[in-house]
């Protein structure tokens, strides 16, 4: 009997022993993206990473198991985090946490949907990301604009074959 080599796709054209967290370009380049702190794009890929293809829209994840995935002993940060994703339109909140629940039978966290990806019964994505940007005039504006002005320098160097290596394989 051969064993099957783990790393190739099965019958389905999955991959049985790995998964990914899936950050599509068009969200990294957006100006909302670039407004992030870097605590709400870490807590970003660790909602990521809760989704399995069939429950966005049922991604729980309380302000404390954020900062224990975080590694951050700040729940303010945290919250503050979490925040800025939902003002930027990165996640949308599909169920408030519940405290007065005394029995296990229902989660007492928050619940989450990534607005980039379908959500529930197949609900489109919204991208409501794509039409956000923070308020002028604060960090996250200023971030914003930073980040943008590099990205544009890096395609200028890249367009005109300035970078300093250009034998590489990466790409933007």
């Known amino acids: 009997m051969r064993k099957r080599n783990k790393n190739k796709p099965n019958h389905t054209g999955r991959n049985p022993t790995s998964r990914f967290a899936r950050l599509d370009h068009r969200l990294l380049k957006s100006p909302a993206y670039r407004a992030l702190s870097v605590a709400a794009r870490a807590l970003l890929v660790e909602l990521t990473m809760l989704d399995n293809g069939d429950n966005n829209g049922s991604l729980y994840l309380s302000i404390r198991d954020g900062a224990g995935r975080l590694g951050m002993a700040d729940l303010t940060a945290v919250r503050s985090a979490f925040d800025e994703l939902q003002e930027l339109g990165f996640i949308e909140m ?3 946490a519940s ?8 989660s007492r ?10 959500g529930p019964g197949r609900k489109g994505p919204s991208m409501a990301f794509m039409e956000r940007q923070p308020q002028p005039g604060t960090k996250a504006h200023k971030r914003m604009e930073r980040g943008l002005r590099t990205l ?9 074959s300035r970078l300093p290596v250009l034998d590489s394989d990466t790409e933007e």
């Open 94 to 96: 599909t169920e408030d």
């Open 99 to 106: 405290f007065h629940v005394k029995a296990a039978e229902k």
């Open 109 to 118: 966290a928050r619940c989450w949907r990534l607005t980039w990806l379908a």
């Open 152 to 160: 544009k320098a890096y395609r200028k160097d890249r367009d005109s």
